[in-house]
């Protein structure tokens, strides 16, 4: 049967490409991506967010609950790959920009209607023709190639979850946040909220600090006592953003500063392949969950295998300024800071 559908298929698609160009339309290229819809609508899911198994590698695009609005060409470049199923992405393909050597995933697709004619037509062959009505196949770079701002699918609710549109970038090296891109930017003016900081220390004592909102973007512990460590520590901080929409997404980026000394630093405008699907790199895995969102970061580099923070060893005695920030992708900067005390002894409680 496999031999059989892949028979029929390259049958097909000879056909099917040749019907395509005569519907080729000439455009200006332009240089930034697209925003892949007709309307500006708000991220419901942000880059790098934490899932149940991995890392959200992309973006998520609120539909309403409604299927069938217009997604479009990001940029110049041809469909790679084409698939189906039932669970995972649903519908989706792939599209690839040879200029900017960047791979474009558009999934969760209604159907292929649009200015590419015969797409739809193809798409219904090959499910027609796969024995579990799931279908995935990688075409030639001359196949199927298209200009920027084309209507190309539209958007819909296959494979997991309710109505949406999820959007990857990714290159040779890895996912790209789409947020970095010029034309992906939101009029957001309220930086991200901060819940909580967490503290850790190699001396057995920690400390899980509740916060207070003062004003837009300042925090402050709701405690009066300082926390009092010694040794090496690890920062955790609880916190999300809400860009335009409603609901919780991931941080931009994080920041742990000692004595105004940046001390970690980390953004989320790339992830290499390999840490792509190890949340723990990034997350607190035992105090993070989906649903309901709560997000936990981490405040040191497990990557380099640095498993702290800093060290507080040599300031003994002394009151130590720390301070912890969340960013989001337009430069909205959210900060907590508060003062700990570097003990020669911890008592730790029972």
Known sequence: MKYYFKKIACLLLPLFFSIVKLFAEDKKPTENLLWPMELRVPITGSFSEYRNHSLHLGCDFKTYWI?????????????HKMSYSDYGYGLSL??????????????HLNDLKGDIKGLETLKEALLLLSMDKSFRINLKPSDITFEQGKRIARTGETGSGISHLHLELFNSQGFINPLKEENYKQNDIHPP?????YIDSDSGKG????LEKSEEGRFGLTT???????????????????????????????????????????????????????????????????DPPHYV????????????????????????????????AYGNVSGVTFLLHVSNTVTVKT
């Open 94 to 107: 792939v599209l690839y920009s040879p200029k900017k050597k960047m791979y474009a995933r558009i999934a």
């Open 207 to 210: 400390y899980d600090l509740d």
């Open 193 to 197: 909220e901060i819940l909580s900081v």
């Open 67 to 79: 299927n069938g609005f217009p997604v479009r060409t990001l940029f110049d470049g041809y469909i």
């Open 297 to 328: 970061y981490k405040l040191f580099d497990k990557k380099t295998g640095k498993e702290f923070s800093y060290d507080l060893s040599g300031k003994e005695g002394k009151d130590i300024k720390v301070k912890l920030n969340l960013l989001d």
């Open 224 to 290: 009066k006592e300082r926390p009092v460590l010694k040794g090496k520590i690890k920062f955790r901080i609880a916190g999300y953003d809400l860009i335009t929409a409603q609901n919780k997404n991931g941080i931009y980026g994080i920041r742990a500063e000692i004595e105004d000394r940046e001390v970690f630093s980390q953004n989320f405008e790339e992830i290499p392949y390999k840490y792509a699907y190890t949340r723990g790199i990034f997350y607190d895995t035992n105090r993070s969950s989906l």
